[in-house]
T-cell receptor, first 120, second 114 residues
């Protein structure tokens, strides 16, 4: 199946700093990428959807100025948590779907392994 | 609005036993239904998916789930579990007409006893 990677796998930062998380599709062209957040013992919650070359669509209640999403290429999307605070500590997961290199279109979302963010 | 309820945050069964993970959904439109598995320190992996057609869906690793419209359920089962099935399992639903937005349940942690 398709592979999606995230980097870093975990990060600790001081309050007020910005953190960038990368999401890459390794063997297919991700025309759409999704960013989720998962708090301990809770569901994954969709934060935003981004299509390559377009502005991200944010879910209700997600601050677009705080969570900057860039999807500049078909294999890379980044999530930047600006001026992070302790309440932003969470597990951030991306997923991607699109066109396998073998052709066609794959509607299934493939998930990355997640990035654990701890803001002190 | 769509929602998913997974009954039981933790389930423990002995290796070789049958396991049933329960999931009930709420949707005002025909849903897509999913089961995902997350092994320790790994990403989510799709186990199986129901869209339309046959209500019994077979997935990977011997898992299957049955869509029951009248009971709004999509329970996951495996007749004989293995130690390697220890993981977190998520039931999810999305709008048939907009399968971008997947709503996840809180997950059930399955622990297989040797």
């Amino acid at each position: 199946g398709a592979v999606v990677s995230q980097h870093p796998s975990w990060v600790i930062c001081k309050s007020g700093t910005s953190v960038k998380i990368e999401c890459r599709s390794l063997d297919f062209q991700a025309t759409t990428m999704f960013w989720y957040r998962q708090f301990p013992k809770q569901s994954l919650m969709l934060m935003a959807t981004s299509n390559e070359g377009s502005k991200a669509t944010y879910e209700q209640g997600v601050e677009k100025d705080k969570f900057l999403i860039n999807h500049a290429s078909l294999t890379l999307s980044t999530l930047t948590v600006t001026s992070a605070h302790p309440e932003d500590s969470s597990f951030y997961i991306c997923s991607a779907r699109g066109a396998p290199l073998t052709g066609g279109y794959q509607e299934t979302q493939y998930f990355g392994p997640g990035t654990r963010l701890l803001v002190l | 609005a769509q929602s998913v309820t997974q009954l039981g945050s933790h389930v423990s069964v002995s290796e070789g036993a049958l396991v049933l993970l329960r999931c009930n959904y709420s949707s005002s439109v025909p849903p897509y239904l999913f089961w995902y598995v997350q092994y320790p320190n790994q990403g989510l992996q799709l186990l199986l998916k129901y869209t339309t057609g046959a209500t019994l869906v077979k997935g990977i690793n011997g898992f299957e789930a049955e869509f029951n419209k009248s009971q709004t359920s999509f329970h996951l089962r495996k007749p004989s579990v293995h130690i390697s099935d220890t993981a977190e399992y998520f039931c999810a639903v999305s709008d048939l007409n907009r399968d971008d937005k997947i709503i996840f349940g809180k997950g059930t942690r399955l622990h297989i006893l040797p």
